[in-house]
């Protein structure tokens, strides 16, 4: 079983930076793709960011273009969102994710960790 576990989570004013990891551990294993969502208070959890493993392709939400970053460690165990200029609207929970096999769901989870963007 691969375990998640989200870090990097905080209050910052707007403008401000953060950078979230996301770490893998359990069996070793080369998803086909890792992820970032978030859920604010209310609605239902979006997608914000993700990369396919294998290669350099990143995709982001519209809202997210041009101020954060999906990136990877060379050993392939981390996934990182850099996230910058950050507005109030960004407050949420982000959850890390993979995708174990091309055409399936995101299937594994992380708990969250909460970023809260003060105005």
């Known amino acids: 079983q691969v375990q998640l576990r989200e870090s990097g989570g905080g209050v910052v004013q707007a403008g401000g930076s953060l950078r979230l990891s996301c770490a893998a551990s359990?069996?070793?294993?080369?998803?086909?793709?890792m992820g970032w969502f978030r859920q604010a208070p209310g609605t239902e959890r979006e997608f914000v960011a993700s990369?396919?493993?294998?290669?350099?392709?990143?995709r982001y939400a519209d809202s997210v273009k041009g101020r954060f970053t999906i990136s990877r460690d060379k050993a392939g165990d981390a996934v990182f969102l850099q996230m910058s200029s950050l507005k109030p609207e960004d407050t949420a929970t982000y959850y890390c994710?993979?995708?174990?096999?091309?055409?399936?769901?995101?299937?594994?989870w992380g708990q969250g960790t909460q970023v809260f963007v003060s105005s």
């Open positions: 990369m396919v493993w294998g290669g350099a392709s990143a």
């Open positions: 994710t993979a995708k174990i096999i091309k055409g399936t769901t995101w299937s594994e």
């Open positions: 359990g069996r070793k294993y080369s998803p086909y793709a």
